[in-house]
């Protein structure tokens, strides 16, 4: 089996999440799905207070030796163990998702262009592009709902830790991206990115 890796990036907030999964859902079946934030490093050793101290906008905070050895057996076309990372306690569930080969494969994270290994098995990457209040009232949302954490929480975080780190690590990226899109992504170009996805895994026709 080819199997097509399509890179999602962008700043905290961006919309790079959503946009994997529309596109997922467009593709239906043959599509599959990776988050880069599964891979951060498991802290369960660690107090819990020391946890949530850690900078998790710095791109150490992922395991990247595993993170490149999963994706090189997911390009390869074969079974995988993806971990699941739970963020309220910032470690690494017990049980892995069991991963089947997919001809196309979505990935979304901060960083998945920082690496040159990485970049080289990737078909197609895109850079989602958004301004810094739009990234911050989206991770306030999320946080407040899906992480227990309050407002004045994230918008510190933001400040000190979010916005410093996506100057140095996030944007440099856009220099590596095939396509550098603004979010959020109206239908539109939705479509067109489904269509181009698309046209990866779907052999060309040959003139008799």
């Known amino acids: 089996m080819t199997v097509h890796l399509v890179a999602i990036v962008g700043g905290s907030g961006s919309g790079k999440t959503w ?8 593709l239906g079946r043959h599509a599959g799905l990776v988050s880069l934030d599964d891979f951060y490093r498991d802290l369960s050793a660690l107090p819990k207070r020391e946890r949530d101290r850690r900078n998790f906008d710095d791109p150490a905070a992922i395991e990247w030796g595993l993170f490149l050895e999963t994706l090189a057996r997911i390009k390869r076309g074969e079974p995988a163990a993806i971990p699941r990372y739970d963020f309220a306690s910032h470690t690494r569930q ?3 998702r069991a991963w089947k080969p997919k001809p196309i494969v ?3 994270g901060l960083w998945l262009l920082r690496e040159t290994q990485a970049r080289r098995l990737y078909s197609l990457s895109v850079y989602l592009d958004a ?4 990234r911050l009232q989206w991770r306030i949302a999320r946080d ?3 992480r227990g954490r309050s ?3 994230v918008l510190r975080q933001f400040r000190e830790q979010v916005e410093p780190m996506h100057a140095r690590f996030v ?5 590596h991206a095939d396509i550098v899109l603004d979010s959020p992504a109206g239908d539109k170009v939705l479509g067109r990115l489904a269509a181009m996805v698309t046209g990866l895994a779907t052999p060309p026709r040959m003139n008799r």
């Open 144 to 146: 407040r709902k899906e």
């Open 106 to 108: 979505l990935l979304d």
């Open 171 to 175: 944007a440099p990226q856009a220099r």
């Open 94 to 96: 017990r049980r892995a």
């Open 19 to 26: 946009l994997a999964r529309r596109l997922k859902r467009r």
């Open 151 to 153: 407002r004045a929480s």
């Open 131 to 134: 301004p810094g209040e739009t």
